[in-house]
């Protein structure tokens, strides 16, 4: 059991503090209860942009010049990541420096500068750059599977927005996005390492007390029902396919996500499990495929990714759903079972190797109400059995529900062969119990 105590600031922050004496490194974050999900269409892509602009300095330090000499001056690192429902920051110091660097960090957060924004927009530019061709047209299929599953809802718009929105994007939509959602009430921070909780919230305290008071902003809640999966099809000249799978799933809500979330592990934990020994070791189909989840409060997705050459495109879809459809009829074996569940301990044994990995385990979790040990994990999925990951296929995995992307050369000329096969399979579904 790990030594987790809470604090809460004067403002309404709570502080977690996390004490691991053997660590040799401290780590202090911080979880902002905002991304893509909380935006609107002319405004997608504002997270993101402002979790950049945010590292461009502050008032202590007004470049990004600056903030950087200081933070790497100290032995430490700082990062920061933007997702579709929270935005994290996050340092590594030495246990000394945790105190200085937490407080760049802090200034960051409390008082930005929002300098040189054209720079920063030729930046994010760049990276956008990646998700499109040379006309401009979207050939990421995670982001056409995303909008296949969500729809119009901002769950199915990318994380990092569009070239157009970014380009214009103010000063003025900056300083009011920061004020809304970096207030103390719609932030966790975690700090954990060596030092005594006394030393770790002293550490953080500092710079995070002059956050302002305001309440958990709410994201528009995702209510749409998911009937039939539907197909994307994106011609790019390439010389593989990159194909998508994805099902709708359970949010963290909903107590039957656990059962799915280890499914997963049995589908996709390792090359000796089903999918990666069937697609690639068995019949040479591809040189990596996977199989991830990714659970938001009310709503889940589960997304099957691969590149294979156009040939065998067809091939590695009906092999997908043949596990599919296996794992939905008999369920997984004992020994796979066990497996999945062995590994999953593994992975919170590991939690107590990493300072970053405990504050990403206890700080999303605090945020969104969800927070729980590990020992809890652990006895949740242990409590599973085969009859429950059977259950949780077909609920989820029913062919009906998929929605597939290709992003290929020629990837029209699959509709008839996806559209042959999930029919094919919809049809063979009917024998398997709910």
Request: glycine letters at 8%; proline letters at 5%.
């Amino acid at each position: 059991m790990h030594d987790v105590r809470t604090h809460r600031l004067g403002n309404g922050l709570r502080v977690l503090t996390i004490h691991r004496p053997y660590l040799h490194r401290a780590v202090a974050a911080v979880y902002v209860h905002v991304g893509s999900r909380h935006e609107r269409p002319r405004h997608n892509g504002l997270s993101h942009f402002l979790e950049h602009m945010l590292f461009r300095g502050s008032a202590a330090l007004p470049s990004a010049a600056l903030v950087n000499d200081a933070v790497e001056s100290l032995g430490a690192s700082m990062n920061a990541a933007t997702h579709s429902d929270f935005t994290m920051f996050e340092l590594s110091a030495p246990p000394d420096a945790l105190a200085p660097a937490a407080a760049i960090l802090g200034g960051l957060l409390t008082a930005p500068v929002f300098a040189d924004r054209k720079v920063e927009v030729g930046i994010v530019r760049e990276e956008l750059l990646e998700d499109v061709d040379d006309r401009g047209r979207d050939i990421s299929p995670d982001n056409h599977a995303r909008r296949l599953v969500f729809g119009e809802h901002p769950l199915g718009a990318p994380i990092a927005g569009t070239a157009h929105n970014v380009t214009r994007f103010t000063d003025d939509d900056l300083r009011e996005h920061h004020a809304r959602h970096y207030a103390a009430g719609n932030m966790v921070a975690c700090a954990a390492g060596p030092l005594t909780h006394d030393e770790l919230l002293a550490a953080v305290k500092g710079s995070l007390h002059e956050i302002p008071e305001g309440p958990l902003r709410a994201a528009k809640p995702f209510t749409r029902r998911h009937r039939r999966g539907r197909r994307s099809l994106v011609p790019h000249s390439a010389s593989q396919t990159a194909l998508r799978i994805a099902y709708p799933c359970e949010g963290l809500d909903d107590p039957g996500g656990a059962a799915t979330e280890l499914l997963l592990r049995v589908i996709d934990d390792g090359m000796s499990t089903r999918l990666y020994r069937r697609v690639c070791e068995e019949r040479g189909l591809a040189y990596d495929v996977s199989a991830d989840i990714e659970r938001f409060a009310e709503v889940g997705v589960i997304d099957v990714a691969a590149s294979v050459a156009r040939a065998s495109v067809g091939a590695v879809v009906e092999e997908v759903l043949e596990i599919f459809r296996e794992l939905a009829g008999a369920g997984p074996t004992r020994a796979e079972l066990e497996k999945a569940q062995r590994r999953f301990g593994f992975d919170l044994d590991a939690l107590d190797d990493d300072a970053q990995h405990l504050c990403d385990f206890y700080g999303p979790a605090e945020l969104f109400g969800q927070r729980r040990s590990p020992d809890d994990r652990r006895e949740e999925l242990l409590s599973l059995s085969t009859e429950d990951l059977r259950a949780a296929a077909a609920r989820v995995l029913d062919p009906a529900r998929a929605n597939v992307v290709l992003v290929g050369p020629k990837a029209a000329k699959h509709e008839a062969e996806i559209k042959s096969l999930l029919k094919s399979f919809r049809a063979r579904w009917r024998d398997v119990e709910p």
